[in-house]
């Protein structure tokens, strides 16, 4: 941040040196090192047209812009927001580039600066509400410009002296303790000396970090792999270096006075969420099935909310088309299954950032049909069996007792059956397999079949049937 004194005196405070302003620079920004991209920051935002011709000509493809923060603790000073709207916001990112929410509030305790600001408090409770209240106008203040999870919300805390260090992690922290509750990045921009000293010291106390550090360095190099206080490896992916202040540059005849930056590509949260369905089984005899799935974000920004489809049949009847999808926030979906009936289920997951990914893989159960709802020839007892599906099972101690369904359409045939007697398994008068066992024992065909399947006892070992699942996928 370059507040109104400072840019009038032409310097920078940056860690614990003064910089003197680069004059305008015609050459251009270095080339970014690999991974990285140019971000450019101005005090306020630039008019739409000279937007446009930037993102014609200029080498960046992301801009900073300082969003509008509460009166009371305002201490962006000359960076009037004339241009910075809603309409503004979609006019540039449809025009390609990333836009970084940067909100400048409260600066260090009084008794850690000179200068005239709206202080946050030393006490480090107070500070930590203060730091929550921070976050939640600048996530509203970004909600109303449109500016999406995808980017973080950067504080920008200029330099300050030693003294407040308890104080300012406790506001760090709880800055981004309560963007993450309301579904946003964080991030915190400052001098390597102070700012960025007392960020990188969070873990080692015990308390939330950003998801992203923004470091002043006035280097002159657009890489962001070697940013000392922090350490090599940390906040890999989610850094950006401020390498230049205060130079000038000309695109397509617009000039504007800028901060230049580099910026890890993964800053953005450009990544689709995954979604990992679970292995469930094929058959149940349960009323009431449960299918829950993990969703993961590595962009960033979080799951929102998941979309699950279904399509479901009776027994023996064709599964059809996919529901239409519908919006639900837990990832679990409750489903309560009538005899015979086979139903499908895929599901995808959409981020914060409105990232979205593909279905998942399909996954099916089928309950069973009970072995009541089959036609028996004679020969065959009914047994009662509490511990049988149903309650019931289908007995037989001769060769060539039939049990039968009516046409149906299946590519998958289990039978539930006990006993030492072996089953053929017939689809219309043509036989696809053998079953004999205790359990589900399954046939897989190698396509969907339509008929009239038949179960038909091979020997005159006793052989009791369950129960019947079929399945279409």
């Known amino acids: 941040m370059r507040v109104k004194t400072l840019a009038a005196a032409a310097v920078v405070l940056a860690g614990t040196a003064m910089l003197a302003v680069p004059a305008a620079n015609a050459a251009g920004p270095p080339t970014p090192s690999p991974g990285t991209h140019l971000m450019m920051d101005a005090a306020s935002a630039p008019s739409p047209t000279t937007m446009k011709t930037w993102q014609q000509k200029s080498p960046y493809s992301a801009i900073g812009v300082y969003i509008p923060v509460s009166a009371s603790v305002d201490d962006r000073y000359d960076k009037a927001q004339t241009n910075l709207t809603s309409s503004w916001v979609s006019a540039v990112r449809g025009g390609g580039w990333q836009v970084l929410p940067i909100y400048v509030g409260r600066q260090a305790p009084n008794k850690c600066t000179t200068r005239s600001f709206h202080y946050v408090s030393n006490n480090a409770t107070t500070a930590a509400q203060q730091g929550r209240d921070a976050a939640a106008d600048a996530a509203a203040s970004a909600k109303a410009l449109g500016l999406s999870a995808g980017a973080p919300i950067v504080y920008d805390m200029e330099a300050y002296n030693s003294g407040c260090s308890t104080a300012l992690r406790a506001f760090y922290a709880a800055w981004t303790t309560k963007l993450h509750e309301l579904g946003r990045m964080s991030g915190i921009y400052g001098s390597r000396a102070s700012t960025i000293t007392d960020v990188a010291s969070l873990p080692a106390h015990g308390q939330v970090s950003p998801d992203v550090v923004w470091v002043a360095t006035a280097s002159g190099q657009a890489q962001t792999a070697s940013l000392p206080p922090l350490a090599n490896g940390t906040w890999s992916g989610k850094r950006l270096n401020q390498f230049n202040l205060g ?133 065959w007892h009914k047994a009662h069996n509490a511990a049988a599906y149903g309650r019931t099972t289908m007995v037989a101690k001769h060769k060539r007792l039939t049990l039968s369904t009516g046409k149906v359409h299946a590519r998958s045939i289990g039978v539930l059956l006990h006993g030492t007697g072996t089953v053929n398994v017939l689809i219309g008068h043509h036989k696809v397999g053998t079953v004999s066992g205790s359990g589900l024992q399954w046939l897989h065909l190698t396509k969907a079949h339509h008929g009239v399947i038949r179960l038909k006892t091979v020997s005159k070992h006793k052989v009791a049937i369950d129960g019947l699942a079929l399945a279409q996928v």
């Open 247 to 379: 130079v000038t540059r000309t695109y397509g005849g617009a000039s504007i006075n800028i901060d230049e930056s580099a910026v890890d590509d993964f800053v953005w949260d450009t990544t689709a969420p995954t979604v990992t369905m679970p292995t469930i089984a094929p058959a149940t005899g349960n009323a009431k099935v449960s299918v829950d799935w993990t969703g993961a974000d590595t962009g960033g920004s979080g799951v929102a909310h998941y979309q699950v489809r279904t399509k479901d049949a009776g027994f023996g009847k064709s599964l059809g088309k996919w529901s239409k999808a519908k919006t639900v926030s837990a990832s679990v979906r409750h489903t309560k299954l009538s005899g015979g009936e086979q139903y499908c289920l895929q599901v995808r997951a959409t981020d914060r950032a409105g990232n979205t990914s593909g279905w998942s893989r399909t996954v099916c159960t089928t309950r069973y049909a009970d072995d009541r709802r089959l036609s028996a020839s004679k020969g």
